[in-house]
């Protein structure tokens, strides 16, 4: 893994981790923010600025790639390299919860 995309994405924001997440399987911007808002209930609510910046910064870093286009949607996946982005960060949470109850 590049030393930038680590730098930039590690540990990741919240909107970063949730379309990581959200782009298992192929989805578009609007159906990530409907699928974070489900997740979180309604605790997260991604606004369009911020969800089409973050899946243009995404591509451009190939942590997501351009799948098709759907009724004028552009559908993105998660590749290899958002996938271990994704899995650093997911360990790192595990981390910091781990060690947050062997406080207690």
């Not at 959200?22 to 923010?33: A, I, T």
């Not at 996946?77 to 997911?90: D, H, M, P």
Request: with cysteine; charged share 30%.
């Amino acid at each position: 893994m590049d030393a930038h995309i680590k730098k930039v994405y590690v540990p990741m924001t919240e909107t970063g981790f949730y379309i990581l997440l959200c782009l298992q399987s192929p989805n578009h911007g609007y159906g990530v923010v409907q699928m974070v808002e489900k997740m979180t209930d309604g605790e997260i609510r991604l606004s369009p600025g911020t969800m089409y910046g973050s899946l243009s910064k995404m591509e451009k870093d190939k942590l997501i790639q351009f799948v098709r286009e759907e009724e004028k949607r552009k559908l993105y996946v998660i590749t290899e390299l958002g996938n271990e982005v994704l899995q650093l960060e997911k360990a790192r949470i595990k981390r910091l919860y781990r060690n947050s109850t062997e406080v207690l």
